[in-house]
């Protein structure tokens, strides 16, 4: 992840997207970045569905292909070579690539920009952080009316354990002195 530091933008010559999200999102999304960054950006595709999505004309990997650590080493290597300055991932409520897009993001020396499933994105670096910070808040589902219960479940979390703790060892020891008072 380079480029957390700094807001500038890289010339966009070449793009690597990890398609962890609905695939319709990228039939969006691609058209989207050829008219923001140019027709002759080169942008690349890691996905785990099969096909392309609409209008997409770079090179694909698929995750099914790289299941053993020394493939995944090699994959590496060779998005390494291509000199990606920038890599997109999709952060939406789908569980899809979590961990290949982790690892992808903080493995390829690009600047990383964060893709929602409205098509809109933001580059990830340190004059974003309110933005990244009220991402993760929400996502987390720590905004608005769910937030108050969430961190009252969370404040009292520590309460509620101890007190089921004590509560599940007062009825073992209860037993184990009922126990010995019938022996």
């Not at 995750?63 to 090699?74: C, F, H, I, N």
């Not at 769910?146 to 509560?167: D, E, G, H, S």
């Amino acid at each position: 992840m380079r480029h957390f530091f700094r807001r500038d933008i890289p010339p966009l010559t070449r793009i690597l997207l990890v398609e962890s999200g609905s695939r319709h999102l990228f039939d969006t999304l691609i058209p989207k970045l050829y008219q923001i960054f140019g027709e002759e950006t080169v942008i690349d595709l890691i996905t785990c569905f099969a096909g392309s999505p609409v209008g997409f004309r770079g090179t694909v990997s698929r995750v099914t292909d790289y299941t053993k650590p020394e493939s995944r080493a090699q994959l590496l290597s060779e998005l390494k070579s291509r000199d990606y300055a920038a890599i997109g991932i999709i952060c939406a409520a789908e569980p899809i690539m979590t961990k290949w897009k982790w690892w992808l993001a903080a493995k390829i020396p690009a600047k990383l920009f964060i893709v929602n499933e409205n098509c809109d994105f933001f580059w990830a670096d340190w004059g974003q952080w309110r933005l990244i910070l009220h991402f993760i808040l929400f996502r987390a589902g720590l905004t608005g009316a769910a937030a108050v219960p969430a961190i009252a479940r969370m404040l009292f979390f520590p309460i509620t354990f101890t007190y089921l703790l004590l509560y599940a060892g007062a009825v073992h020891l209860r037993r184990k002195i009922h126990e010995s008072h019938l022996h």
